[in-house]
């Protein structure tokens, strides 16, 4: 990666955003303001089209206008309309997400389809992401083609072909000649600022990743992979080992009712994807260790230290502690132990700057530190039109700080581990680097990067490295 720029740069990039969300919120909101009534719609796929199309306009403006997650808006919206079935909530659901992949380039026709009305620009949209989502519901995209009037028919002759973001880009460029699109407007341009990658494979791998979904990964606990990949299949559950990590597995990319599974009621099974659990692996807790784990959130890292003990001795006499500002998670972590049966693992709120905990007490402290999580903008694809440039430059002053608390815990000997779910150097590497420059008593040590086997101190586990969530780590020792 290349070094991110300056302030001011990052402050005009950050102008410009800000006035093109709010032009863009003025234009969804025009779209509100007209009704889809005047639209003729006659069969029944038209009408249910034309409902569609209104639904997911006002969940995509909501998001937009409050920068809500998008998970959130619409889990309420389905919580307090149950007339939708469950094909209409995956139409609604899927087309609100795809909408936030591809808003670099749809964002486009706001402004430059000037032949259009604004409402036909909205049916232009939603047939562009359904054709780059090679979504299935024909009868659907048909409709909103018709409605948008377009001069293009807006079809794809082989949706096969349109596997690569390259690919999707050429298409498009095909039926919209006036319009200029580039792959790398798929994310903000403020992400190019603060995660610069200089070498043009890699950028577009990046932007590959990121404009696509990764599986769901899960940890196995308490009995063995196998076992409960065979489990899994007998619920028609296709799971697959990771090569990566024994307790590894790939559950693939369709929604799963996990409280429908005794497999995860029983503590057998939780999620987590494979990046976040590289941190687990880096950190690699002896059987007998106390570690204290001082960001745990509803403790996804605590779990996995804790089963990584329990997986070199059933009776491991290792302890964790779990820490965090906010109480509700680590109330989570005590219900998420207990599914799993695990003992050893207490929680310890901070409640103020003040340890939680015995000074230079622990074999190992993570720091898994609040971050801009642009690692996980491939689950959350709607982040990266809602967040700003500052979620990425408000957070080092914090980080270094909470570190720098944390290390406090460490005993002489001890481990440190930093990490982050975000892309860019300013929360990870300058952080690290502020740290030990303030912190002579404790060096970086070598570790493998569990997918490309580079051995360094400091790792950023890329998107598309292993088909994951962006997660960075490094360790560190205490010395004196
Ligand atoms: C990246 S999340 C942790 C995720 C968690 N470790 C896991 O694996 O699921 C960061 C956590 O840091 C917590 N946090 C925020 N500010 C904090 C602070 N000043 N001190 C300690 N924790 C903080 C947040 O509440 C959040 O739960």
């Known amino acids: 990666?290349?070094?991110?720029?300056?302030?001011?740069?990052?402050?005009?990039?950050?102008?410009?955003?800000?006035?093109?969300?709010?032009s863009i919120v003025t234009f969804l909101n025009e779209i509100k303001a007209t009704s889809f009534e005047a639209m003729n719609a006659e069969t029944p796929a038209q009408k249910r089209s034309l409902s569609y199309a209104n639904t997911i306009l006002q969940l995509f403006t909501e998001v937009m206008e409050k920068k809500q997650p998008a998970d959130r808006v619409v889990g309420e919206y389905f919580r307090l309309n149950k007339k939708h079935g469950s094909k209409d909530r995956r139409v609604i659901r899927e087309s609100l997400f795809a909408l936030f992949r591809w808003w670099g380039w749809l964002s486009k026709f706001s402004s430059q389809l000037t032949t259009q009305t604004k409402p036909a620009t909205w049916f232009t949209m939603l047939?562009?992401?359904?054709?780059?989502?090679?979504?299935?519901?024909?009868?659907?995209?048909?409709?909103?083609?018709?409605?948008?009037d377009n001069e293009h028919a807006l079809t794809v002759d082989d949706d096969s072909s349109l596997v690569s973001v390259t690919a999707k880009c050429d298409w498009l460029a095909s039926q919209f000649p006036a319009i200029k699109f580039t792959t790398d407007e798929l994310v903000p341009e403020w992400f190019w600022q603060t995660c610069p990658i200089d070498n043009i494979e890699q950028r577009l791998a990046m932007v590959e990743a990121l404009s696509s979904r990764p599986p769901i990964w899960a940890r196995v606990q308490n009995i063995e992979t196998g076992e409960a990949i065979e489990k899994l299949a007998k619920l028609d559950?296709?799971?697959?080992?990771?090569?990566?990590?024994?307790?590894?597995?790939?559950?693939?990319?369709?929604?799963?009712?996990?409280?429908?599974?005794?497999?995860?009621?029983?503590?057998?099974?939780?999620?987590?994807?494979?990046?976040?659990?590289?941190?687990?692996?880096i950190c690699a807790p002896n059987k007998?260790?106390?570690?204290?784990?001082?960001?745990?959130?509803?403790?996804?890292?605590?779990?996995?230290?804790?089963?990584?003990?329990?997986?070199?001795?059933?009776?491991?006499?290792?302890t964790?502690?779990?820490?965090?500002?906010?109480?509700?998670?680590?109330?989570?972590?005590?219900?998420?132990?207990?599914?799993?049966?695990?003992?050893?693992?207490?929680?310890?709120?901070?409640?103020?700057?003040?340890?939680?905990?015995?000074?230079?007490?622990?074999?190992?402290?993570?720091?898994?530190?609040?971050?801009?999580?642009?690692?996980?903008?491939?689950?959350?694809?709607?982040?990266?039109?809602i967040d700003v440039v500052d979620s990425v430059n408000d957070k080092p002053a914090l980080q270094l700080d909470i570190l720098s608390r944390s290390s406090q815990g460490v005993k002489v000997g001890g481990t440190l581990v930093y990490a982050?779910?975000?892309?860019?150097?300013?929360?990870?590497?300058?952080?690290?680097?502020?740290?030990?420059?303030?912190?002579?008593?404790?060096?970086?040590?070598v570790t493998t990067h569990p997918f490309t086997g580079e051995k360094a101190t400091?790792?950023?586990?890329?998107?598309?490295?292993?088909?994951?969530?962006?997660?960075?780590v490094a360790r560190m020792q205490r010395k004196l």
């Not at 990666?1 to 001011?8: E, Q, R, V």
């Not at 300058?430 to 040590?445: C, S």
């Not at 400091?458 to 960075?472: R, W």
Request: glycine share 6%.
């Open 288 to 318: 007998d260790d106390n570690w204290w784990d001082t960001c745990s959130g509803a403790g996804g890292k605590s779990l996995q230290l804790r089963s990584l003990m329990l997986q070199q001795e059933k009776q491991a006499k290792g």
């Open 127 to 148: 047939t562009v992401n359904a054709r780059l989502e090679s979504h299935s519901w024909e009868p659907f995209i048909a409709a909103w083609s018709e409605f948008a």
């Open 420 to 445: 982050t779910c975000s892309l860019s150097p300013l929360e990870n590497e300058a952080v690290v680097n502020a740290f030990l420059a303030k912190h002579a008593d404790f060096t970086l040590e």
């Open 237 to 281: 559950i296709i799971a697959t080992a990771s090569e990566f990590f024994s307790d590894s597995i790939n559950l693939g990319h369709k929604s799963i009712n996990l409280n429908g599974l005794s497999l995860y009621r029983e503590g057998e099974l939780e999620i987590q994807d494979l990046g976040s659990q590289v941190v687990g692996q």
């Open 1 to 22: 990666m290349g070094s991110p720029l300056n302030s001011n740069t990052t402050k005009s990039v950050s102008d410009t955003a800000a006035s093109h969300h709010a």
């Open 320 to 385: 964790i502690v779990a820490s965090d500002v906010r109480r509700k998670p680590l109330e989570e972590l005590a219900k998420r132990a207990k599914r799993a049966g695990f003992n050893g693992i207490s929680a310890s709120a901070w409640k103020s700057d003040e340890l939680p905990v015995p000074h230079k007490h622990f074999d190992g402290v993570l720091v898994d530190a609040p971050c801009s999580c642009t690692g996980t903008w491939r689950r959350n694809p709607d982040m990266r039109w």
């Open 458 to 472: 400091m790792h950023t586990v890329l998107p598309y490295q292993a088909d994951t969530d962006g997660m960075f």
